[in-house]
């Protein structure tokens, strides 16, 4: 133990040096040139801004980026840029001043020494018969706004303008980054410098629309331009903001009569963002199965991701073997570290800190070697899982080549790279360091696989180890197209598609069974509690449980053609056999238990069947006696609540045979017949359901006013609700209706007014008689049962008549 953890202290010490070194490395690498009195202009070979820049500004020095914002952020005096850059950047803080300088409009170049085609717009060019050329990626985004903002207007997508495009190409007349065709999509200012040069070019501005760009400086800080600034710009061949220039080189101000100058920036840069992607995806059909611009870049990376962690999970739960589990532990997080360190990388501003980040890349590609070396030493191996001596060795060597790979700068023994140079990231060479370690990663991979190769020779999926091998020869294959620059390589991200290929890899070698995930199940079937038994094809015991498992040929015959179901060799007894690759798989269950739970089950069962007969016939007593018991309960109910209007009935009825006024008595005890029925028909709706139709009760209303007119008492019946009452508020409605009916009928109004309508929750009965409505007063049990529903009677005076109100609160559905 004791000489264990000095080793460990040794190893930790020797770390903390090695990261003492790398840093102090980085602190002595050569400086780039400073970039406070920089003024960076577009990379643009067919523009003359940068002369005029140079003159403008002696005290700065004029350089060429295509990266103009990220620049300045890194301290540069000033950047050119587009109007659509700079404003957002003003409002954001991202810089302080803006030096708007010339204009860039987006036109069509005709060369007519090489093509006599009529162009007047953009919709001429696919019958032209020309190829066209257009311009390269330093601002394809903006030329393809043009474009699409002439066929579509204001609200432009780049999907016409991509259709377009892509027509051109389908044809063989689309030339990307190309000024030397009869048709050429550019800015005036690169169409005039190109006539300068001696063509002949027709500059067309397009009938359907295009934009115009304002360029300028973008700056943090206040500059001072000497000279004649605009007299300069013109003698460069451009054109000033108020639209002067040389009109030799240029059409005439009323040919720019469709150009316009965009005020929608939001919506333009918007658009801008897929413009890369679109061109790539659709126009020239590039890009198609890997990312094609930063924001794909940034979404691919953590799905990708994902798909490790995802992985690693599923590895974890189907690995036993502790070796196994490391090193798809091992391979998952350098696959992750690995891609937030780019990830990380592609966000940062600083150069030399980006440039260090790359170097640690090859940190993870020859990490990844060795966990394959280990996994392959370790599969078949119990214990003690140290590492082999040989495998240090190989480890002790990869960190040679990545402290060989971080200390680059000094010798440049890896990359060949001229920090000079302001795009040194994208021109750059290869070390003999970089091939040894390139040729160290490989060797280490297939070394790897050719021992886990061995490791199956018994293997009895032996068509399945072609997957592997397909795998591991794709990755060669693509790691060659990658250095030699091969399109379809190169353009692709190479983290990435070699953290991929590590894991289909990785997977293919565990489906085959080059990675076992079954090492213990030795001692699993050993110490199983369940019988059973896997027999090669000669039907020798390969794996067998302790606990004894008896047949014979006969019976293993059966049970083999009877799978899945089992077979009996006793009454106490399963066995189930099925094939499998190189022999058969046999488990067999002791059921004694289970026999003996059914016997008790069945017991149980005819014990609850006569118990279930009995309570059924009792249930059916007291269903019975429940039955009777509610007829009666209900008829007692129904004759209370009629009783008092029986009796008046009854009353009525031997009055009428002796009174003078027997036709309008008549029609009163109509009345009441009438209102005694419906009163019994909502009774028992009430007991039936909660809610009622309205319509159903405005019958009911309709049919007591109708009968009320024979005694020439007029009712008017408006109602405003249409949806569903509840039944016991349609009882006391009605009944209230009856009693006004009633009063009226026996008195002396003639005429009356009623409304029923729902609002802020409550259902109302609204009436305006003839006659004084004071004298109106309901029985005592209708208001008592009306004030128990939460209902309220209400007297209403509207200066020339009474009326009288009833209203219950509703809500929900009921609420007209």
């Known amino acids: 133990m004791g000489r264990r953890g000095g080793r460990r202290k040794a190893g930790a010490i020797a770390f903390a040096l090695l990261c003492l070194i790398l840093f102090s490395l980085i602190g002595c690498t050569s400086q780039e040139q400073g970039v406070g009195s920089v003024v960076f202009v577009f990379d643009d070979k067919h523009n003359s801004y940068d002369n005029v820049a140079a003159q403008m500004l002696p005290a700065y020095t004029i350089s060429k980026i295509n990266h103009p914002i990220p620049t300045l952020n890194e301290g540069a005096a000033a950047v050119e840029v587009f109007n659509n850059q700079a404003l957002p950047a003003l409002e954001y803080g991202v810089a302080v001043y803006w030096y708007p300088q010339y204009l860039a409009t987006v036109i069509i170049a005709v060369d007519r020494d090489m093509t006599d085609a009529i162009v007047t717009g953009w919709s001429d060019l696919p019958n032209a018969g020309e190829t066209v050329g257009f311009v390269g990626l330093l601002s394809v985004e903006m030329v393809f706004a043009a474009v699409a903002y002439g066929l579509d207007g204001e609200s432009f997508s780049l999907r016409g303008a991509a259709e377009l495009l892509a027509g051109l190409r389908a044809k063989g007349l689309f030339a990307f980054d190309s000024y030397d065709q009869p ?15 001696g063509r002949n070019l027709e500059v067309v501005v397009p009938r359907e629309g295009t934009l115009t760009y304002e360029r300028g400086l973008l700056s943090n800080v206040p500059l001072s331009f000497t000279g004649d600034v605009d007299s300069l710009l013109i003698s460069a061949g451009l054109r000033l903001l108020d639209g002067h220039c040389d009109s030799i080189l240029y059409p005439s101000a009323a040919a720019y009569e469709n150009a316009h100058t965009i005020k929608d920036y939001e919506h333009l840069n918007s658009v801008c ?12 059909l590039s890009r198609l199965y890997s990312s094609a611009d930063g924001k794909e870049h940034q979404l691919f990376a953590l799905l990708y991701m994902v798909l490790i962690v995802v992985w690693l999970s599923t590895v974890m739960h189907r690995a036993i073997q502790k070796s196994v589990r490391q090193s798809a532990l091992l391979t998952a997080v ?5 891609l937030t360190l780019r990830m990380v990388k592609y966000q940062i501003e600083d150069p030399t800190l980006g440039r260090y980040l790359w170097y640690s890349y090859y940190l993870f ?5 060795i966990v394959a070396l280990y996994l392959a030493w370790g599969i078949d191996r119990h214990g003690d899982m140290s590492p082999p001596k040989w495998l240090r060795a190989i480890a002790a060597v990869s960190g040679a080549l990545v402290l060989l790979t971080f200390t ?11 920090l000079s140079n302001l795009n040194w990231s994208e021109e750059y060479g290869y070390g003999f360091a970089f091939w040894i370690i390139q040729t160290t990663c490989f060797l280490s991979f297939a070394a790897a696989v050719v021992v886990m190769l061995a490791k199956s020779v018994r293997n009895p999926h032996k068509k399945g180890l072609v997957f592997p091998i397909v795998f591991i020869a794709l990755l060669t294959l693509y790691g060659i197209g990658y250095l030699t620059r091969v399109p379809i390589a190169w353009e692709s991200d190479f983290t990435m598609v070699a953290g991929v290929f590590a894991l289909l890899l990785f997977e293919s070698a565990v489906r085959t069974g080059m990675i076992p995930v079954n090492t213990k199940y030795t001692v699993f079937f050993t110490h199983s509690p369940l019988a059973m038994r896997i027999t090669d094809s000669a039907g020798k015991s390969v794996l067998s449980s302790a606990s004894e498992i008896i ?14 179901l089992p077979v009996h060799p006793d009454e106490n007894t399963l066995l189930y056999a099925t094939g499998i690759a190189g022999g058969n798989a046999l488990w067999q269950e002791d059921i004694t238990g289970l026999n003996q739970l059914h016997a008790e089950i069945e017991e149980s069962i005819r014990s609850l069947t006569a118990a279930n007969s009995f309570l059924a016939e009792e249930e059916k007593i007291k269903r019975a006696i429940a039955e ?22 009854s009353s009525m009825i031997e ?25 019994s028909n909502l009774f028992f709706r009430e007991r039936e359901a909660d809610t009622i139709p309205f319509d159903d009760l405005a019958v009911y209303l309709d049919e007591l006013a109708e009968i009320a007119s024979y005694t020439d008492v007029k009712i008017i019946l408006t109602s405003e609700i249409k949806k569903p009452i509840s039944v016991r508020n349609a009882r006391l409605l009605y009944s209230f209706y009856y009693n006004i009916v009633d009063w009226a009928a026996t008195g002396s109004c003639l005429s009356m007014f009623a409304h029923l309508r729902a609002e802020n929750g409550s259902v109302s009965m609204r009436l305006l008689p003839s006659a004084d409505a004071r004298t109106f007063s309901p029985d005592t049990e209708l208001s008592r049962a009306i004030a128990s529903a939460g209902g309220a009677i209400t007297l209403t005076d509207y200066d020339d008549a009474l009326g009288i109100s009833l209203s219950f609160p509703e809500g929900g559905e009921e609420d007209g």
């Open 183 to 197: 048709i050429v999509i550019c800015y005036d200012y690169q169409a005039a410098a190109m006539i300068r040069e």
């Open 334 to 338: 350098i696959l992750v570290v690995w």
């Open 408 to 418: 680059n700068d000094l010798h440049s023994f890896v990359l060949q790279i001229d």
């Open 551 to 564: 047949y014979d040929d006969g019976t293993l015959a059966r049970a083999l053609a009877s799978y899945p």
């Open 655 to 679: 009055q009428i045979g002796g009174t003078a006024s027997q036709p309008r008595d008549a029609i009163i005890l109509s009345l009441l017949i009438c209102y005694v029925k419906r009163q």
């Open 628 to 649: 009777e018991t509610e007829k009666t309960r209900l008829m007692t109910e129904f004759e209370a609540e009629v009783f008092g209007h029986t009796t008046r009935l």
């Open 365 to 369: 590609q020859l990490a990844l070697p």
């Open 273 to 284: 963002q897929d413009g890369v992607r679109t061109l790539r995806r659709t126009v020239l």
